[in-house]
């Protein structure tokens, strides 16, 4: 029995065994979750070990003044986290330094990545005047009627009595159902990308139970 034999066999089980909490909790469900955990954890400090942690060492060990910044800075952080482990609140504060940073830089990359990727193209798409075949006429008009549809139903300072009110609340309404389609491809595309993978899983359970018998 060769190697890729004994893979596929394994993966087949465990996929088996993931797929068995169709039929609810059950022991081989728990034991194939464990093992994606402490497999997943494994190599996630192998990886660390030896991206991270090793050249970060032989780095300050060079005693070289720029690769001392460039790791003893990272480093000196990491060494602050330490305090939230051991829970004495004296020292846990230290925690707060790394753990503001983190979340301050990922939050302005969100913040930069969102307005860069996603708003500045859609108002750029939304100003841009419409030209060239029908087709695109028709995808700019389309886009800037549901962008306005879509703005007007977060309109909420327009007395609901006045005429202008209703006028904006039937036009909210529409925006309103707008999202819900928008959400409603979102879902279906997640459900449809889950399919494909349950798909997938199941050719490979069956490609392994034919292969034992020469199909």
């Known amino acids: 029995m060769t190697q890729d034999i004994i893979v596929n066999i394994v993966a087949a089980v ?20 464990y093992l994606f955990v402490g497999v997943s954890l494994g190599l996630a400090f192998v990886v660390a070990y030896h991206q991270a942690l090793r050249p970060a060492v032989v780095a300050l060990l ?24 051991t829970g004495d609140q004296r020292l846990s504060w230290l925690a707060n330094i790394p ?7 990922g939050g302005a990359l969100a913040i930069g990545g969102a307005i860069i990727g996603t708003l500045l193209p859609q108002i750029r798409d939304t ?28 309109y909420y300072t327009t007395p609901p009595e006045s005429r202008s009110g209703r006028m904006i609340r039937g036009i909210a309404t529409i925006g309103h159902w707008l999202i819900m389609v928008a959400f409603g491809f979102f879902f279906a595309g997640a459900l449809q990308s889950y399919l494909s993978a349950l798909v997938e899983r199941l050719n490979f359970v069956l490609a392994v139970v034919r292969s034992f018998f020469g199909a």
């Open 62 to 85: 060079s005693a070289e003044p720029p690769m001392i910044w460039l790791y003893g800075v990272p480093l000196a952080l990491g060494v602050l986290l330490l305090p939230r482990i």
């Open 127 to 154: 100003a841009r005047a419409p030209s060239g075949d029908i087709g695109a006429i028709a995808g700019v008009t389309v886009l800037v009627i549901g962008t306005v549809l879509t703005l007007a139903s977060f």
């Open 99 to 105: 753990l503001a940073l983190v979340f301050g830089v």
């Open 14 to 33: 465990l996929t088996l065994m993931v797929l068995s909490r169709i039929a609810g909790d059950n022991p081989l469900f728990r034991i194939a979750q």
